[in-house]
């Protein structure tokens, strides 16, 4: 009864379904991994977001990163160190020898300079503010490079120097949109093709610089499966031999299944829920309604049932990361203290307020992990006026800026990536430190306005020997948690990554772009 | 969502049904609208019958399976959520936002969209040509990708839904208006009326109106399913009713992350949309014939 | 006639221009993209400079008018979040949107046809009563509700049928059923009335008085005529399923374009929204006006009716 025109069709659309989804030839030995998100840029100074560094940390790499250890390590940087020149700081920088770009032209201190200048460039780069306080590029020789600075830059340490190594030489000769479409860096891998939305082919580089660390297997195919529930599927069926974020709710469930290892690890963000403190009657600018905050919900309790487990409780700054203090103990549950510290705020029947919850995919469970915090805040007696906001929602009305519609007081669910091992320098200078217009202080702050604090967080950022700067993240960690400013830290998420142990040997390896770089990944050998 | 496609064939370029296609079964308006009747009551009575808090979490008793699973306990008949919340309270407390977001999406909807066809219809010209386009252009934006992004614009919420219910859903009874006023006036008496110089206020009120409530009538049933379906896909896709408001869409929003853990979360308030659905399906037709005997004698 | 061509189409053109600025306005009105693609902490100066490259600071009229004039030559713009343009995105997706909207096509009209006949033919006995109640369910039910139901038997308990995704056959019977159950009861309708009709007819019976067995009768001659009232609202059908799939392509994880345009419009990523929710109007609109120029030829009497 088809019509001929639609039975055209029909055969066309069947036709497409066996073709378009079947598995690439395989010759050599090769690994499916799937990713649950995609980077949008393979452009290592047009990345905007961790995510970005999912494919570029596979082809790109930087002077320093943090090694299995989370320990820092010296990377494409031979050695450098942090001098002064006529009371200027300068970062001094020696290329370790012998390393190439996929094409075989060996990396020079040329390809950073070319590096530093797209960073710069706000036409190219997100981050060209990053580069402010650098005054000069000084190439010394083909290996040895000198960063000047007009002023400390704190940053520049903290995010691993920053510059990744891209060729000179092949971008100018290819242009930028090429280099794009087809990447070259000195990273184990190197890149073979990309399919947006569905995947990305690799083949390891076989005159990689590292002899110790790199992957085994020929030919990597990194899939990119969005849903959770389709991820694990594909994972069961053995389509693909090794997925991440595998989901909170599923976890004993892959677990228990035969020749299968899991590994789970902090994936770099950093929640907490912040207090709208600028409305001049705000309950928030009591220290006492704060506290109560702190005391009101049950945090363990969420992170056990809400995340399955998958969340690490941290105070200010978690293990792994710089400045993390274990003296620094959460505020224990107690709803009765937390009555009666709104009572003392001179709230004994306590008060209604707005509640911001954050859903976001990128997040698992996030929105019912909000819920939850918020029910046990109006136990207490903060009645909670509660608004769900999707991601971009959410940005607009958390931004500090003249023209975007703010919070209208309330508490609001927060969240801010340190990268993995982190330092919470930046995250503070945005949410921390109180709101300065046209100056990037607290972009996303809703604190009242701290002299002190405020003058820590200045201070710290402009600290780039590592001991100093720890000292003084600790007591600003201290002080922010003794006065609950800049929100209530609440946990750091899990990532679950499971993969075929009878099949893949993998070792995880933490990255600025938090885990997914497959340093070393291999078949299993018998 | 096939909302147009269903309507389709109602409309001027093809024939109309003539044999209405029932239940041959007298029980029908019997058990539908004892269950639209249940609806009203659950949501008057809201929590006053609800045997929890709906609202309420207890994070130690989640995942509770029905009365009649292994597990199950008569504490929780229908089992409880992820965050432990009791699904039979959450069921009832949902039937208010069911039938708020329906009646004020059918009052506003229908209002709208019948005097858009009235005026269409009775006096054409320019009037016709311009509504008509604003349904046609309405009517070419896929619906869900409209309320969608509509309730991107707006802040999501009860409001949001209605109304992207309403700029969704007026062109129904505009079109089904239009065409019918379009029929009456043909017919003789109107006319005749016209002829012998009734205003048109008369006209209307006499003749047309009477006939026209009926068809709103009809359709303002058979709408409540499709407007519970609607603010559903709405809730379900984030973009609709938000927590800590509860709707049947947002329950099943909620649960699908826990489909393998339970089923139960999944199935229940989907059971009463589809309860609801098949009852203003069902009166919705047994009214049409009860109100045009004309067309059951066919 | 052509004067009746003529117009219909200059309506339809309107029809996507109308649509356009609709789509256009409105989902330039759901926040702004800028803030979601930059650092949280980038300085007031740096924000701006995004918002020149991408001409989001011109008048709202201004930037419509240069969409207008590029989406004319086939250019929708550049994806803001894929740097690829937003055309190719949608274009991408399209086969698989395709695909199970005609499956799902399919799958309404192999249950709609037999129930038609068969309950025109046996009015009121058992096959007329359970196509009215499958028709019915299928009407009561949220597709996307009747997706997860499927998933959760033929997939998860059962293991009949994988559970998500695309790349095989099996892959499309349960996102197809989920979608395509909906119209059935419409379908039916449709056919049944139909049947009934031509039942009814001269030629029918003077075929039973000659005797033609019933069989071919029903089956040859009366559903041949009776077909044609669904076979020319089918444009119509698979127009509605292509812009009906978005919840169900997000259920089933289905690669096709309906999720694409939803995740687009949570990163506010403008040109794929556009792109992607036009493409699905002028599909309607094309699908509506195919449907009237046929019924234009079918039946003069239409054309001086409007």
Redesign the interface.
């Known amino acids: 009864?088809?019509?001929p025109r639609?039975g055209a069709?029909?055969a066309?659309?069947?036709a497409?379904?066996?073709t378009?989804?079947?598995a690439s030839a395989q010759t050599k030995s090769s690994l499916t991994v799937a990713l649950a998100a995609e980077s949008?840029?393979m452009d290592p100074a047009k990345y905007?977001?961790g995510v970005d560094q999912y494919y570029i940390g596979t082809m790109f790499e930087q002077l320093v990163r943090p090694g299995p250890d989370g320990e820092r390590m010296n990377w494409l940087a031979e050695s450098w160190e942090v001098l002064e020149v006529d009371g200027k700081p300068v970062i001094d920088v020696k290329i370790r020898p012998g390393v190439t770009f996929h094409n075989g032209d060996p990396l020079t201190a040329a390809d950073f300079e070319f590096a530093y200048e797209r960073l710069r460039d706000?036409?190219v780069s997100?981050?060209?503010?990053y580069q402010a306080n650098v005054a000069q590029f000084e190439i010394v020789d083909d290996l040895h490079f000198k960063l000047h600075f007009t002023q400390g830059d704190a940053n520049y340490v903290a995010n691993w120097l920053q510059l990744w190594a891209i060729p000179k030489a092949y971008f100018e000769e290819v242009g930028e949109d090429e280099f794009?479409q087809r990447p070259i860096g000195t990273g184990p891998w190197k890149f073979v093709s990309r399919s947006?939305?569905?995947e990305l082919v690799l083949d390891r580089y076989e005159a990689y610089w590292n002899e110790e660390h790199h992957p085994t297997v020929d030919r990597l195919i990194v899939k990119i499966?969005?849903?959770?529930?389709?991820r694990v599927?594909?994972f069961r069926?053995g389509d693909v031999d090794w997925i991440d974020s595998v989901?909170p709710?599923?976890i004993e469930?892959v677990e228990a299944l035969d020749n299968v290892a899991t590994a789970s690890r902090v994936s770099g963000n950093n929640l907490f829920f912040d207090m709208d403190m600028t409305p001049e009657d705000s309950p928030f600018r009591k220290l006492e309604v704060r506290q109560a905050v702190a005391y009101g919900a049950?945090i363990d309790?969420?992170i056990?049932?809400?995340l399955f487990g998958q969340g690490q409780r941290y105070v200010q700054v978690g293990p792994g990361e710089t400045a993390y203090d274990p003296e620094l103990k959460p505020y224990p549950y107690d709803p009765a203290k937390a009555m009666q510290l709104l009572a003392d705020a001179g709230y004994p029947n306590g008060f209604e307020t707005n509640c911001y919850?954050l859903?976001t995919p990128r997040e698992p469970?996030i929105?019912?992990m909000g819920?939850?915090f918020?029910?046990y805040l109006s136990a207490i007696g903060i009645r909670?006026n509660?608004?769900?906001l999707?991601?971009?929602?959410w940005?607009?009305v958390n931004?500090r800026?003249e023209d975007?519609p703010q919070m209208e007081g309330g508490i609001l669910s927060h969240m801010?990536g340190h990268g993995v091992p982190g330092d919470p320098g930046?995250a503070w200078?945005?949410h921390l430190h109180s709101f300065v217009p046209?100056?990037?202080w607290g972009?996303?702050s809703h604190t009242a306005g701290h002299p002190e604090m405020d003058e820590m967080v200045e201070a710290v950022n402009t600290i780039m020997d590592p001991d100093e700067r720890e000292a003084a993240l600790k007591e600003i960690a201290r002080k922010k948690h003794e006065l609950v400013l800049g929100g209530l830290t609440t946990y750091r998420p899990l990532v679950t990554f499971a993969w075929r142990a009878d099949k893949v040997e993998y070792t995880p390896w933490p990255h600025p772009g938090f885990w997914r770089n497959f340093q070393e990944i291999g078949l299993k050998q018998d | 969502m096939a909302v147009e496609a269903d309507l389709a064939p109602a409309d001027t370029a093809a024939p109309r049904p003539r044999r209405r296609w029932r239940l041959p079964s007298a029980g029908v308006p019997w058990f539908s609208g004892l269950i639209l009747l249940l609806l009203v009551v659950c949501a008057i009575g809201g929590d006053a019958l609800t045997p929890w808090n709906p609202a309420a979490l207890d994070l130690r008793a989640n995942f509770q399976p029905p009365v009649w699973a292994e597990g199950g306990s008569w504490a929780h008949p229908l089992g409880t959520d992820n965050l432990g919340r009791d699904i039979l309270s959450r069921i009832v407390a949902g039937a208010r936002v069911s039938l708020v977001v329906s009646l004020w999406a059918i009052v506003l909807s229908g209002g709208i969209g019948s005097l858009a066809g009235m005026v269409a219809g009775y006096f054409g010209g320019w009037a016709d040509v311009l509504i008509m386009r604003l349904v046609d252009i309405q009517m070419s934006i896929p619906p869900l990708a409209l309320a969608l992004i509509l309730a991107a614009v707006l802040e999501p919420g009860l409001e949001t839904v209605v109304i992207v219910i309403v700029v969704t859903y007026w062109t129904w009874y505009a079109r089904i208006v239009r065409g019918e006023i379009l029929s009456l006036k043909e017919r003789d008496y109107v006319a005749l009326a016209k002829v012998a110089g009734v205003g048109s206020a008369t006209i209307f009120h006499r003749h047309l109106a009477p006939n026209i409530l009926n068809t709103m009538l009809v359709l303002a049933t058979l709408q409540i399913g499709q407007v519970i379906i609607f603010e559903a896909s709405l809730s379900f896709l984030g973009l609709g009713i938000q927590s800590p408001a509860i709707s049947w869409g947002l329950m099943l929003a909620d649960a699908r992350a826990y489909l393998t853990n339970a089923w139960w979360a999944i199935t229940m308030p989907g059971v009463a949309i589809m309860l609801v659905c098949l009852s203003s399906n069902l009166f919705g037709d047994w009214l049409r014939d009860v109100l045009d005997p004309r067309r059951k004698q066919l | 006639m052509l004067g009746y061509f003529a117009r219909r189409l200059l309506q339809g053109f309107m029809s996507i221009v109308g649509a356009s600025i609709v789509i256009f306005t409105i989902t330039r009105l759901t926040g702004d993209p800028v803030v979601l693609m930059l650092p949280p902490e980038a300085p007031p100066d740096v924000i701006d400079a995004l918002r020149i490259k991408l001409g989001l600071d011109l008048p709202l009229w201004r930037q419509y008018l240069i969409f207008a004039g590029d989406a004319l030559q086939g250019d929708f713009g550049r994806s803001y979040r894929w740097e690829m343009p937003a055309l190719d995105l949608v274009l991408d997706r399209l086969p698989a949107t395709i695909l199970l909207s005609a499956v799902a096509l399919a799958f309404s009209m192999a249950v709609a046809i037999p129930f038609g006949v068969l309950s025109a033919v046996n009015r009121g006995g058992w096959v007329d009563r359970f196509g009215k109640v499958f028709a019915m369910a299928g009407q009561a039910m949220p597709n996307f509700w009747v997706g997860l139901l499927l998933i959760l038997i033929f997939a998860i308990h059962l293991d009949w049928l994988p559970a998500y995704g695309a790349g095989t056959p099996a892959h499309v019977v349960m996102p197809a059923i989920a979608l395509g159950w909906y119209p059935v009861a419409a379908q039916t309708r449709i056919v049944r009335s139909a049947m009934l009709d031509v039942l009814d007819s001269d030629y029918i019976r003077m075929g039973r008085s000659v005797g033609t067995p019933e069989f071919s009768l029903v089956w040859k001659y009366a559903l041949r005529n009776a077909a044609i009232p669904l076979i020319t609202m089918l444009g119509v059908y698979f127009a509605a399923m292509l812009g009906g799939s978005f919840v169900v392509e997000v259920v089933f994880a289905w690669p096709g374009l309906g999720r694409t345009v939803v995740e687009a419009l949570f990163a506010r990523d403008f040109p794929v929204v556009q792109a992607g929710v036009l493409f699905a109007a002028a599909m309607f609109v094309v699908a509506n006006l195919l449907v009237d120029l046929s019924y234009g030829i079918v039946d003069p009497r239409i054309r001086h009716g409007r």
């Open positions: 009864m088809v019509h639609w069709v029909l066309l659309a069947v497409f379904s066996g378009a989804f079947s949008t840029t905007s977001a706000p036409a997100r981050w060209p503010h794009a947006v939305k569905e499966i969005p849903e959770d529930l389709t599927a594909a069926t989901p709710a599923m469930e049950d309790a969420i056990e049932q809400v919850n859903i469970n929105k019912e819920e939850a918020f029910a909670c509660m608004k769900n999707e991601y971009g929602a940005i607009n931004r800026a975007t801010w930046t200078s945005g046209g100056e990037g972009s996303y």
